[in-house]
């Protein structure tokens, strides 16, 4: 009888996995297949963009939450906002997508790029003002690899 011997240091275990710099999600109500756009900006700014280039230890990750309601929508409906989880250096962003029926009725092209419009939008109004964070030279960077 043969016993395996298992490297536990080399061997990755469900949640062990290391978070990514960035996180992207979207809350909806029937927005369709277009809702799937944010998988993207998660691939293609995890590849690109460090976060450890902006923040001196201060934000290890950001997750951005797209928003997408219609205006009259009377369901649990969240507004834009920003909030930090210092004790996992966590940085989270809301953002109101307010093109509803534009969203939903969008090309997935055009839907990407609807997000990217609201993305930098939100960076913008909430990200500019965060202490120890460079981000001047972070939204150069994005706006390069989007």
């Known amino acids: 009888m043969e016993t395996a011997l298992i490297d536990i240091k ?3 275990f469900v949640g062990m996995q290391e ?6 999600s979207s809350m909806s109500y029937k927005a369709g297949d277009n809702v799937y756009s944010t998988m993207f900006f998660n691939e293609l700014l995890n590849k690109k963009i460090y976060l450890k ?7 290890k990750h950001i997750t951005f939450t797209f928003l997408i309601y219609p205006v009259n929508y009377s369901g649990v409906n969240r507004s834009e906002r ?14 109101k997508v307010n093109e509803y029926e534009d ?3 969008a090309e997935p092209l055009l839907a990407k790029e609807l997000l ?6 939100a960076v913008k109004k909430f990200l500019q003002t ?4 460079n981000f001047p030279l ?5 706006e390069e690899v989007l």
């Open 19 to 24: 978070k990514p710099d960035f996180i992207f």
């Open 53 to 59: 280039n902006y923040s001196k230890n201060e934000i």
């Open 10 to 12: 080399a061997a990755k």
């Open 116 to 121: 990217k419009t609201h993305l930098l939008r």
């Open 138 to 142: 972070f939204l150069k960077d994005l």
């Open 82 to 95: 920003k909030y930090y989880k210092r004790s996992e250096k966590h940085f989270f962003i809301d953002i």
């Open 103 to 105: 969203f939903c009725n």
């Open 130 to 133: 965060q202490k120890d964070f």
